[in-house]
């Protein structure tokens, strides 16, 4: 019997070991009143500015395609998302409304801008200024604010 928990000690560390590294760039958000963040790798026909690629999943089943961008000769890291201009439509729009919508993470260190580099350990929380409002102000408002959503995402996991 002795041998019993040295084996599940030794399956254990290679289990964990064999297990996909936790990255920003894969990283999964939430919120309580079920907005979903899931970082994914930049696409290869994005610009060149954009650092980071998301699907912000709305309580009601609307998929929002996001990006964070660094704009030339500004230092602060902008984001922006596209999705379906009516919760069951097919027309394509951007639902960016604010003019400093910038990105935040809450780090070791405290609050700091979203970094340019997705390759290291993802953040507890991440900051998307102005993200509810403007939901609010899209036609996607009567299904998504029977709660308070808001613009803060919890840390909830890696994507496999």
């Not at 009516?86 to 400093?100: K, L, S, Y």
């Not at 809450?106 to 991440?126: N, S, Y």
Request: aromatic share 10%; glycine share 8%; net charge negative.
């Amino acid at each position: 019997m002795r041998w019993l928990p040295v084996f599940m000690l030794i399956c254990g560390s290679s289990v964990a070991m064999a297990a996909p590294d936790c990255s920003f760039e894969n990283a999964r958000y939430a919120q309580a009143d079920g907005w979903m963040l899931q970082f994914q790798p930049v696409p290869r026909d994005a610009p060149a500015n954009q650092t980071a690629s998301f699907i912000l999943g709305l309580k009601s089943g609307a998929k929002l395609t996001g990006a964070i961008m660094w704009p030339n000769g500004y230092s602060t890291p902008l984001w922006s998302v596209e999705g379906p201009c009516q919760p069951d439509g097919d027309e394509i729009c951007r639902f960016t409304e604010a003019e400093n919508n910038t990105a935040y993470v809450l780090a070791e260190a405290g609050i700091e801008r979203m970094p340019e580099q997705m390759d290291g350990p993802p953040a507890r929380q991440v900051l998307l200024t102005q993200l509810a409002a403007t939901i609010w102000y899209s036609s996607h408002r009567s299904l998504e604010f029977d709660g308070e959503p808001g613009d803060v995402f919890d840390f909830a996991g890696c994507a496999n």
